[in-house]
């Protein structure tokens, strides 16, 4: 993650606390049991440099190294995780294609994915033909969509961590691990410092922007009308524990935190 930025021209110090934030935010530490999450997440910044590489040049081999990665992810982690991992990178490739237009890239990609696809098949073919006979395949019930929602008077913990316990003397929503969206009260204000000034790193602020946004409307879970919505009208319907959407909300405040960073001590300079 720290050479991903520093490919973003982030200040050394701004991309070294995006790089930290990312190692120890709280849906990372909070899913440290869970080993097929963070063999997902910890890709993540491979994920982006690659991308990144493809959008400032796009040639085949650089279209091959992102396709590899994106491999990797896919066999190597929760289902879920992969998913949200695809659509963290997706939301912040395009807000750095966005700014560097490059026609090029977009074919790239689709090869990436081609390549990624049919390295990943040997796994992937096999769980599409094994999951009709489980017990996931006619999707959750109700009750399972809404489970873990945040609730609003749970934003405390991005302040106090600790507030409800720990593991052991929890008493807090459901659940501890689930609902941790905790990255430290400096990246949160870094994070508004980013939306002061649009003159450099439009892409990464515009890209956490969007995480942030997406995260909150979707970890609410029950108490988000929009969430309700997707759940009514049968676009959710598989996707359990609504609150691992933190991780949305997470990657957005390490970039805006990191852009945040690099504002102040690139004015002070």
């Not at 081609?114 to 996931?136: D, G, H």
């Not at 000034?197 to 995480?211: N, P």
């Amino acid at each position: 993650m720290f050479i991903f930025l520093l490919r973003r021209n982030m200040h050394q110090a701004a991309a070294a606390l995006g790089a930290v934030t990312f190692a120890y935010c709280g849906f990372n530490i909070g899913h440290l049991n869970h080993v097929n999450f963070y063999t997902s997440t910890m890709l993540l910044p491979l994920l982006l440099l690659a991308i990144d590489a493809i959008v400032q040049k796009s040639t085949l081999a650089r279209a091959t190294s992102l396709g590899l990665v994106a491999a990797a992810i896919a066999v190597s982690g929760q289902p879920q995780v992969v998913l949200y991992v695809y659509i963290v990178a997706t939301i912040i490739g395009f807000a750095m294609l966005m700014q560097r237009w490059n026609t090029k890239a977009i074919y790239y990609t689709l090869y990436a994915g081609i390549v990624a696809f049919l390295l990943s098949a040997f796994a992937l073919l096999p769980l599409k033909e094994f999951l009709p006979q489980t017990e996931r395949s006619g999707g959750l019930i109700m009750e399972e969509l809404f489970e873990f929602s945040y609730p609003a008077y749970n934003t405390i913990t991005l302040i106090l961590p600790y507030f409800w316990g720990g593991h052991s003397d929890y008493s807090g929503p459901k659940g501890f691990q689930e609902l941790a969206a905790y990255t430290g009260i400096v990246p949160l204000l870094l994070a508004g410092f980013a939306l002061a000034s649009w003159r450099s790193h439009k892409a990464e602020k515009i890209a956490g922007i969007v995480l942030v946004a997406t995260g909150i409307t979707l970890v609410l879970g029950k108490y988000s009308v929009v969430y309700q919505y997707l759940v009514a009208n049968h676009f959710i319907t598989t996707i359990g524990v609504v609150g691992r959407f933190v991780f949305f909300f997470d990657m957005g405040i390490i970039l805006l935190a990191s852009a945040g960073l690099h504002n102040i001590l690139t004015n002070r300079n």
